[in-house]
Protein backbone atom coordinates (compact mmCIF):
# COMPACT_ATOMS: atom_id res chain seq x y z
CA UNK A 1 0.00 0.00 0.00
CA UNK A 2 1.64 3.79 -1.00
CA UNK A 3 -1.71 5.73 -0.39
CA UNK A 4 -2.23 7.10 3.25
CA UNK A 5 -6.18 6.60 2.96
CA UNK A 6 -6.23 5.89 6.46
CA UNK A 7 -6.83 8.60 9.64
CA UNK A 8 -3.99 7.50 12.18
CA UNK A 9 -1.99 10.62 13.40
CA UNK A 10 1.58 10.26 13.50
CA UNK A 11 4.17 12.62 15.02
CA UNK A 12 8.42 12.56 13.28
CA UNK A 13 11.42 13.69 15.21
CA UNK A 14 14.31 14.24 12.81
CA UNK A 15 17.71 15.06 14.28
CA UNK A 16 20.25 13.80 11.83
CA UNK A 17 22.44 16.69 11.63
CA UNK A 18 22.18 20.37 11.62
CA UNK A 19 18.08 20.54 11.70
CA UNK A 20 15.34 19.69 14.65
CA UNK A 21 12.69 19.12 13.68
CA UNK A 22 9.52 17.68 14.09
CA UNK A 23 6.21 17.25 12.22
CA UNK A 24 2.88 15.80 12.74
CA UNK A 25 0.74 14.07 9.77
CA UNK A 26 -2.79 13.06 10.18
CA UNK A 27 -3.75 10.73 6.87
CA UNK A 28 -2.73 12.51 3.89
CA UNK A 29 -2.86 15.86 5.87
CA UNK A 30 0.42 17.76 7.12
CA UNK A 31 -0.79 19.15 10.51
CA UNK A 32 2.34 21.13 11.35
CA UNK A 33 5.75 20.68 10.16
CA UNK A 34 8.69 22.81 12.29
CA UNK A 35 12.50 23.32 11.46
CA UNK A 36 14.89 24.79 14.07
CA UNK A 37 17.63 25.50 11.63
CA UNK A 38 21.22 25.75 13.44
CA UNK A 39 23.10 27.07 10.26
CA UNK A 40 23.84 29.94 11.89
CA UNK A 41 25.60 28.52 15.02
CA UNK A 42 27.67 26.31 12.17
CA UNK A 43 28.21 28.97 9.76
CA UNK A 44 30.89 30.38 12.10
CA UNK A 45 32.92 26.86 11.57
CA UNK A 46 32.66 26.48 8.12
CA UNK A 47 30.56 23.13 8.73
CA UNK A 48 28.20 21.13 10.86
CA UNK A 49 30.33 20.23 14.49
CA UNK A 50 29.07 17.23 16.11
CA UNK A 51 29.37 18.13 19.44
CA UNK A 52 27.70 21.49 18.64
CA UNK A 53 24.88 19.90 16.86
CA UNK A 54 24.12 17.53 19.70
CA UNK A 55 24.13 20.53 22.07
CA UNK A 56 21.71 22.09 20.11
CA UNK A 57 19.10 19.52 19.32
CA UNK A 58 18.98 18.79 23.40
CA UNK A 59 18.22 22.20 23.34
CA UNK A 60 15.59 22.76 20.15
CA UNK A 61 13.89 19.71 20.38
CA UNK A 62 11.37 20.37 23.46
CA UNK A 63 10.37 23.51 21.96
CA UNK A 64 9.60 22.32 18.27
CA UNK A 65 7.89 19.45 19.51
CA UNK A 66 5.45 21.69 21.67
CA UNK A 67 5.53 24.03 18.36
CA UNK A 68 4.36 21.28 16.24
CA UNK A 69 1.31 20.20 18.59
CA UNK A 70 0.30 23.73 19.40
CA UNK A 71 0.42 24.61 15.34
CA UNK A 72 -1.46 20.92 15.01
CA UNK A 73 -3.96 21.82 17.35
CA UNK A 74 -3.70 18.81 19.11
CA UNK A 75 -1.66 17.02 22.53
CA UNK A 76 0.45 14.63 23.23
CA UNK A 77 -2.62 11.99 24.09
CA UNK A 78 -4.05 12.58 20.66
CA UNK A 79 -0.90 10.82 18.61
CA UNK A 80 -1.48 7.28 17.69
CA UNK A 81 2.99 6.68 17.08
CA UNK A 82 5.85 8.28 17.34
CA UNK A 83 8.58 7.73 14.76
CA UNK A 84 12.30 9.61 14.64
CA UNK A 85 15.28 9.33 11.94
CA UNK A 86 17.89 6.70 13.07
CA UNK A 87 20.42 7.41 10.86
CA UNK A 88 22.49 7.35 8.62
CA UNK A 89 23.98 10.52 10.50
CA UNK A 90 25.63 12.58 13.02
CA UNK A 91 25.67 9.23 16.28
CA UNK A 92 24.85 12.17 18.94
CA UNK A 93 22.55 14.15 17.06
CA UNK A 94 20.24 10.80 16.10
CA UNK A 95 20.69 9.17 19.87
CA UNK A 96 18.89 12.64 20.67
CA UNK A 97 15.58 12.07 18.45
CA UNK A 98 15.43 8.55 18.64
CA UNK A 99 15.48 9.04 22.48
CA UNK A 100 12.65 11.43 22.70
CA UNK A 101 10.20 9.79 19.90
CA UNK A 102 11.20 6.34 22.41
CA UNK A 103 10.39 7.97 25.37
CA UNK A 104 6.99 9.31 24.47
CA UNK A 105 5.80 6.39 22.69
CA UNK A 106 6.53 4.15 25.75
CA UNK A 107 5.15 6.98 27.85
CA UNK A 108 1.96 7.16 25.84
CA UNK A 109 1.94 2.98 25.17
CA UNK A 110 2.14 3.95 21.24
CA UNK A 111 4.30 2.38 18.60
CA UNK A 112 7.28 3.73 18.27
CA UNK A 113 9.06 3.68 14.21
CA UNK A 114 12.55 4.12 13.57
CA UNK A 115 13.01 5.87 9.88
CA UNK A 116 15.80 5.51 7.43
CA UNK A 117 16.57 9.47 6.26
CA UNK A 118 17.99 8.34 3.09
CA UNK A 119 13.77 6.79 2.44
CA UNK A 120 12.99 10.04 3.83
CA UNK A 121 14.03 12.04 0.69
CA UNK A 122 13.52 8.81 -1.68
CA UNK A 123 10.15 9.40 -1.03
CA UNK A 124 9.52 12.68 -0.89
CA UNK A 125 8.74 13.59 -4.18
CA UNK A 126 5.58 11.73 -3.79
CA UNK A 127 4.24 13.33 -0.44
CA UNK A 128 1.08 14.98 -1.23
CA UNK A 129 -0.03 13.49 -4.14
CA UNK A 130 -3.25 11.53 -4.78
CA UNK A 131 -1.60 8.05 -5.64
CA UNK A 132 1.61 7.98 -3.66
CA UNK A 133 4.44 5.95 -4.49
CA UNK A 134 4.76 5.18 -7.72
CA UNK A 135 7.24 2.89 -10.21
CA UNK A 136 9.85 5.67 -10.65
CA UNK A 137 13.94 6.59 -11.54
CA UNK A 138 14.49 8.56 -8.15
CA UNK A 139 17.57 10.81 -7.71
CA UNK A 140 18.44 11.63 -4.26
CA UNK A 141 20.77 14.26 -4.06
CA UNK A 142 21.85 15.78 -0.61
CA UNK A 143 24.68 16.86 1.72
CA UNK A 144 25.61 13.31 2.55
CA UNK A 145 24.21 11.44 -0.38
CA UNK A 146 23.73 11.09 -4.30
CA UNK A 147 22.37 8.34 -5.90
CA UNK A 148 20.23 6.80 -8.48
CA UNK A 149 17.65 4.15 -6.83
CA UNK A 150 14.93 2.54 -9.28
CA UNK A 151 11.16 2.73 -6.96
CA UNK A 152 9.13 -0.43 -7.89
CA UNK A 153 6.70 0.24 -5.08
CA UNK A 154 7.11 1.51 -1.21
CA UNK A 155 9.90 -0.52 -0.10
CA UNK A 156 10.88 -2.37 -3.35
CA UNK A 157 14.11 -0.56 -4.44
CA UNK A 158 17.25 -1.25 -6.35
CA UNK A 159 20.60 0.68 -6.39
CA UNK A 160 21.35 1.86 -9.46
CA UNK A 161 24.37 4.35 -8.63
CA UNK A 162 25.54 6.24 -6.36
CA UNK A 163 28.31 8.27 -5.38
CA UNK A 164 32.41 7.35 -5.23
CA UNK A 165 33.41 10.03 -3.24
CA UNK A 166 32.15 13.37 -2.68
CA UNK A 167 27.88 13.45 -2.49
CA UNK A 168 26.64 16.99 -4.72
CA UNK A 169 26.01 18.82 -1.94
CA UNK A 170 29.32 18.25 -0.14
CA UNK A 171 30.95 19.08 -3.58
CA UNK A 172 28.60 22.79 -3.30
CA UNK A 173 29.98 23.28 -0.13
CA UNK A 174 33.15 22.73 -0.70
CA UNK A 175 33.81 24.59 -3.76
CA UNK A 176 31.76 27.46 -1.78
CA UNK A 177 34.20 27.07 0.76
CA UNK A 178 37.14 27.53 -1.75
CA UNK A 179 35.35 30.63 -3.39
CA UNK A 180 35.05 32.42 0.19
CA UNK A 181 31.10 31.59 0.58
CA UNK A 182 29.44 31.11 3.37
CA UNK A 183 28.61 27.69 4.90
CA UNK A 184 26.30 25.98 2.91
CA UNK A 185 27.76 26.97 -0.49
CA UNK A 186 24.70 25.31 -1.98
CA UNK A 187 22.01 27.95 -1.50
CA UNK A 188 24.87 30.50 -2.03
CA UNK A 189 26.34 29.47 -5.16
CA UNK A 190 22.40 28.54 -6.49
CA UNK A 191 22.54 32.42 -5.98
CA UNK A 192 25.34 33.85 -6.95
CA UNK A 193 25.06 31.74 -10.51
CA UNK A 194 21.91 33.57 -11.83
CA UNK A 195 23.90 36.87 -12.19
CA UNK A 196 27.34 34.37 -13.90
CA UNK A 197 27.99 32.71 -17.43
CA UNK A 198 27.78 29.03 -17.29
CA UNK A 199 29.78 28.47 -20.28
CA UNK A 200 33.00 30.66 -18.69
CA UNK A 201 34.76 27.96 -17.29
CA UNK A 202 34.83 24.51 -19.27
CA UNK A 203 34.26 22.07 -15.94
CA UNK A 204 34.57 18.09 -16.57
CA UNK A 205 31.37 16.69 -16.42
CA UNK A 206 33.09 13.14 -14.53
CA UNK A 207 31.79 10.14 -15.27
CA UNK A 208 28.97 11.45 -17.62
CA UNK A 209 29.93 8.70 -20.52
CA UNK A 210 31.63 6.21 -18.34
CA UNK A 211 28.43 3.70 -19.28
CA UNK A 212 28.02 3.14 -15.15
CA UNK A 213 25.23 5.18 -13.51
CA UNK A 214 28.17 6.05 -10.96
CA UNK A 215 28.88 9.80 -10.08
CA UNK A 216 32.05 11.17 -8.92
CA UNK A 217 32.31 14.80 -7.40
CA UNK A 218 35.52 14.98 -6.46
CA UNK A 219 37.53 15.68 -9.65
CA UNK A 220 35.61 18.74 -10.27
CA UNK A 221 36.06 20.04 -6.91
CA UNK A 222 40.11 19.55 -7.86
CA UNK A 223 39.58 21.54 -10.77
CA UNK A 224 37.91 24.17 -9.24
CA UNK A 225 40.85 24.32 -6.65
CA UNK A 226 43.71 24.24 -9.50
CA UNK A 227 41.89 26.96 -11.87
CA UNK A 228 41.63 29.58 -8.65
CA UNK A 229 45.66 30.54 -8.29
CA UNK A 230 45.61 31.03 -12.19
CA UNK A 231 43.01 33.60 -12.15
CA UNK A 232 43.97 37.19 -11.62
CA UNK A 233 40.67 38.39 -10.15
CA UNK A 234 38.16 35.76 -9.06
CA UNK A 235 34.77 36.07 -11.38
CA UNK A 236 33.15 34.33 -8.59
CA UNK A 237 29.12 34.59 -10.67
CA UNK A 238 30.85 32.89 -13.42
CA UNK A 239 32.98 30.51 -11.31
CA UNK A 240 29.43 29.15 -9.30
CA UNK A 241 27.42 29.13 -12.49
CA UNK A 242 30.20 27.07 -14.74
CA UNK A 243 30.62 25.03 -11.45
CA UNK A 244 26.52 24.38 -10.78
CA UNK A 245 26.27 23.77 -14.75
CA UNK A 246 29.01 20.78 -14.22
CA UNK A 247 27.14 19.52 -11.75
CA UNK A 248 23.58 20.12 -12.76
CA UNK A 249 24.73 18.52 -16.40
CA UNK A 250 26.19 15.15 -14.94
CA UNK A 251 22.78 14.64 -12.60
CA UNK A 252 20.65 15.30 -15.26
CA UNK A 253 22.09 13.33 -17.70
CA UNK A 254 22.77 9.84 -15.36
CA UNK A 255 18.90 10.06 -15.02
CA UNK A 256 17.83 10.16 -18.10
CA UNK A 257 20.10 7.12 -19.14
CA UNK A 258 18.85 5.79 -15.82
CA UNK A 259 15.26 5.94 -17.38
CA UNK A 260 16.33 4.36 -20.63
CA UNK A 261 18.10 1.53 -19.07
CA UNK A 262 15.17 0.36 -16.94
CA UNK A 263 11.78 1.92 -19.31
CA UNK A 264 10.75 3.66 -16.50
CA UNK A 265 8.90 6.79 -17.32
CA UNK A 266 9.06 8.94 -13.94
CA UNK A 267 11.74 10.67 -12.38
CA UNK A 268 11.10 11.92 -8.73
CA UNK A 269 14.00 13.93 -7.49
CA UNK A 270 14.78 14.85 -3.93
CA UNK A 271 17.41 16.13 -1.17
CA UNK A 272 19.04 19.39 -0.49
CA UNK A 273 20.23 19.94 -3.80
CA UNK A 274 17.34 19.17 -5.27
CA UNK A 275 16.30 22.88 -4.12
CA UNK A 276 18.67 24.23 -6.84
CA UNK A 277 17.48 26.32 -9.15
CA UNK A 278 19.16 25.30 -12.40
CA UNK A 279 18.36 21.65 -11.81
CA UNK A 280 15.00 22.04 -11.47
CA UNK A 281 15.05 23.81 -14.84
CA UNK A 282 17.55 21.33 -16.56
CA UNK A 283 14.91 18.89 -15.10
CA UNK A 284 11.98 20.47 -16.03
CA UNK A 285 13.22 20.74 -19.46
CA UNK A 286 15.00 16.86 -20.23
CA UNK A 287 11.94 15.46 -18.83
CA UNK A 288 9.17 17.58 -21.30
CA UNK A 289 11.60 16.90 -24.36
CA UNK A 290 11.17 13.33 -23.83
CA UNK A 291 7.92 12.83 -22.64
CA UNK A 292 9.15 11.72 -18.96
CA UNK A 293 6.55 12.71 -15.78
CA UNK A 294 9.29 14.59 -13.66
CA UNK A 295 8.42 14.62 -9.36
CA UNK A 296 10.62 17.17 -7.64
CA UNK A 297 10.25 17.92 -3.80
CA UNK A 298 8.39 20.68 -2.73
CA UNK A 299 11.44 23.05 -1.64
CA UNK A 300 10.02 22.82 2.00
CA UNK A 301 11.14 19.20 1.86
CA UNK A 302 13.78 19.09 -0.10
CA UNK A 303 16.16 20.01 2.89
CA UNK A 304 15.65 18.18 5.84
CA UNK A 305 12.79 18.20 7.71
CA UNK A 306 10.63 15.93 9.77
CA UNK A 307 7.52 15.76 7.58
CA UNK A 308 9.09 13.26 5.29
CA UNK A 309 10.34 11.48 8.18
CA UNK A 310 6.22 11.46 9.20
CA UNK A 311 5.03 10.30 5.32
CA UNK A 312 7.76 7.23 5.44
CA UNK A 313 6.24 6.46 9.13
CA UNK A 314 2.58 6.65 8.23
CA UNK A 315 3.08 4.27 5.19
CA UNK A 316 4.91 1.91 7.62
CA UNK A 317 2.11 2.29 10.44
CA UNK A 318 -0.07 1.58 7.51
CA UNK A 319 1.55 -1.19 6.69
CA UNK A 320 0.88 -2.82 10.54
CA UNK A 321 4.79 -2.08 10.99
CA UNK A 322 6.36 -0.52 14.15
CA UNK A 323 10.03 -0.53 15.60
CA UNK A 324 11.26 -2.47 18.70
CA UNK A 325 12.50 0.27 21.67
CA UNK A 326 15.59 -1.48 21.96
CA UNK A 327 16.09 -0.51 17.92
CA UNK A 328 19.79 0.97 17.91
CA UNK A 329 20.73 4.03 15.88
CA UNK A 330 22.81 3.54 12.72
CA UNK A 331 25.01 6.49 11.83
CA UNK A 332 26.00 4.20 8.53
CA UNK A 333 22.30 3.06 8.21
CA UNK A 334 21.92 2.03 4.07
CA UNK A 335 18.97 2.32 2.20
CA UNK A 336 17.51 -1.25 1.94
CA UNK A 337 17.94 -2.06 -1.99
CA UNK A 338 18.16 -5.40 -3.78
O1 LIG B 1 19.16 17.13 2.42
P1 LIG B 1 20.03 18.06 3.16
O2 LIG B 1 19.37 19.20 3.91
O3 LIG B 1 20.92 17.34 4.21
C1 LIG B 1 21.51 16.08 4.02
O4 LIG B 1 20.83 15.06 4.26
O5 LIG B 1 22.69 16.09 3.60
O6 LIG B 1 21.06 18.66 2.10
C2 LIG B 1 21.96 19.68 2.42
C3 LIG B 1 22.78 19.97 1.19
C4 LIG B 1 23.93 20.93 1.45
O7 LIG B 1 25.10 20.39 0.89
C5 LIG B 1 23.52 22.20 0.73
O8 LIG B 1 24.61 22.97 0.24
C6 LIG B 1 22.69 21.64 -0.40
O9 LIG B 1 21.96 20.59 0.17
N1 LIG B 1 21.78 22.65 -0.96
C7 LIG B 1 21.89 23.14 -2.22
C8 LIG B 1 20.87 24.12 -2.35
N2 LIG B 1 20.17 24.17 -1.18
C9 LIG B 1 20.74 23.25 -0.35
N3 LIG B 1 22.75 22.85 -3.21
C10 LIG B 1 22.62 23.52 -4.35
N4 LIG B 1 21.67 24.47 -4.56
C11 LIG B 1 20.79 24.81 -3.61
N5 LIG B 1 19.86 25.73 -3.82
ZN1 LIG C 1 19.07 14.93 4.44
Known amino acids: MATLDFPQTVIAIETSCDETAAAILRGTELLAS ?109 GGHTMLVEIESFGNYRLLGRTQDDAAGEAFDKVGKLLGLPYPGGPNIDRLAKEGDPARFDFPRSMLDSGS ?91 DNAAMIAYVAALRAANGESSSLTSDIDPNLRLATR
Open 34 to 142: EVASQIAIHQEYGGVVPEVASRNHLRALKPVIQKALDTAGITIGDIDAFAATCGPGLASSLMIGTSAAKALAASQAKPYLAINHIEGHLLSPFFGTAEGVLPSIALVVS
Open 213 to 303: LDFSFSGLKTSVRYLLPKLESLPIPDLCASFQEAVVDVLVGKAIQAVKATGKKRIAVSGGVSCNSRLREKFRIACERRRIELLIAKPSLCT
